[in-house]
């Protein structure tokens, strides 16, 4: 069984900043990717960032210069620094874990969602 919990969400002024958090437990052989997702409502889901295991990153254009994503591979954690948001940043971001689970002594490849964290940008 694995788990994922996201925090750090919260409310926020525009040219705010927030540190959101990722963490992934359980029966992990292996992380390989992490990223960062977001839904605003009426919208789909959509990538902000991701992160390999050994540190090359991605960003969508809407957010380059402004979110800075990091991962401790020894603490299984994923962070996401989001900097000067804006109200157009307000969604649920959820954290995505692509791993190697181990299952009956067998490591599998899994992909697992948290359960996401609200993030508001408002005045």
């Known amino acids: 069984q694995v788990h994922i919990v996201e925090s750090g969400g919260g409310l926020v002024q525009p040219e705010g900043s927030l540190r959101l958090s990722c963490v992934a437990s359980?029966?992990?052989?292996?992380?390989?990717?992490m990223a960062w997702y977001r839904q605003a409502p009426g919208k789909q889901r959509e990538l902000v960032a991701s992160?390999?295991?050994?540190?090359?990153?991605n960003y969508t254009d809407f957010v380059k210069g402004r979110f800075t994503i990091s991962r401790d591979n020894a603490k299984n954690t994923m962070y996401l620094q989001m900097n000067s948001l804006k109200s157009e940043d307000t969604a649920i971001y959820y954290c995505?874990?692509?791993?190697?689970?181990?299952?009956?002594?067998?490591?599998?490849?899994?992909?697992?969602w948290g359960p996401g964290t609200q993030v508001t940008v408002s005045s």
């Open positions: 995505n874990v692509d791993y190697g689970g181990v299952e009956r002594g067998v490591v599998a490849r899994r992909s697992s």
């Open positions: 359980g029966s992990i052989f292996s992380i390989y990717a």
């Open positions: 992160i390999t295991s050994d540190g090359n990153t």
